[in-house]
């Protein structure tokens, strides 16, 4: 059955959802407030970068299935369903989450909705939002209703996660909004996706503390890199070891830099936050701690770039790597353009290459200086700093790089690289939880 759908807010989620949706063959109208956007969609160009998603998104375009407006009148004409996929900052100066894009979304949406419609939050929201805009929902626009289906998309593999995702969360009051919402689904569905149908806290915390269990394994595994570094374990082989514990798993037990981007971040912190609202006070206060074991890593590899060359005053350091992650030209909260800061904080002098992310990271770092190539970038460098483990960096043959550096000096921020190699090839190789 083919869904009349908008979704609104083309951000990382609404433009992956939109494009998605339109693959499963549903006929979709994206919106958004922002007309130089919306602009760029109508032409085919994706402001980020996402594996997969621009061609996509042209084809649907092309094939007239998918279509931009800045109308929530058109919008509110057109759908059946409509997915809320504004962001949900951190509020400044607080780690609760500002809001006001969703509400300000669902009052002019329900302004202009006249019949029968769902309104299906995909955001991440404190638990609560969903009841509270539900009543909004209601009230101004009769006929309308609303349901939360939380993204569970990781940047890099957005499609993927989206077309073929691990289980379907569907939080709803009414047996026509489940019907809805399996409508929507049908294919992933078919493809034998379990789905979760509960209500609406459940839906939302399931978002909740997906995320806060996801950077809770990281910061462990990163608590036990600090405890190999005092007694000369290595955390690679002991992460290893572990991960082979079925009851453990490998995934999200990389040791390194920890974890940075739009979401874990801000999410654990907006959490906790909101556990404290509720009156259960102490019940997310080891988030905290999550949180400062991950930024502990940072400050530790400052420290070992600083050991590695005596003080980093005058120092030339390379930095490879800017965005929080492989596979993204995202840059918010990234771990690497931390450190690069942080190291020319210290009077070095930092050259930062990445494969996607340079623009974004000039945008948010322009006293950085960029180069557009890893051996440009490491050209006379007292040191390397290996902080975001692109493929291409694993790639690089040390030997070839040996000439044009200054120092043959590697600090590797995401044990990502073989520390045998790089060390056969003359080089110091010093990496977080090793000896
Ligand atoms: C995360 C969640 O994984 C998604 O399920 C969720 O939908 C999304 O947030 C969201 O809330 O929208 P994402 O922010 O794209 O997705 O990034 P991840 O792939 O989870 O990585 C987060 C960070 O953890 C990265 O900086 C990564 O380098 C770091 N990480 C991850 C580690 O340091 N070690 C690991 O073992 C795994």
Redesign the pocket.
Known sequence: MTVRIVVIGVGY?GITHAACMAELGHEVLGVDVDEAKIEQLREGTVPLYEPGLSRMLRRHLAEGRLRFTTSYADAAEFGDVHFLCVGTPQRDGSDSADLSFVEAAVHALAAELTGPALVVGKC?VPVGTAARLARTVRRSAPGADLAWNP??????RAVD?TLKPDRLVFGAESRAALDLLHAVYSLPIAAGTPVISTNFATAELV?AA??AF?AT??SF?NAMAEICEATGADVVELARALGYDGRIGH??????????????PK?IRAFRARAQELGAHRTLEFLREVDAINLRRRHRLVRLAAEQCGGLGGRRVAVLGAS??PE?DDVRDS?ALYVAAAVQGEGAQVTVYDPKAIANARRHSPGLRYAGSARAAAAGADLVLHLTEWKEFQEIDPAELSPVVGMRAIVDG?NALDPLRWRAAGWTYRALGRP
């Open positions: 989620l991440t993204e569970f998309l990781r940047e890099g996660d978002k997906a995320n996801l394994k990281v595994i995934r999200y037990l990389r040791p390194g830099l920890g974890f940075g981007g739009g979401c874990l999410d929080f992650k993204s771990p995401r």
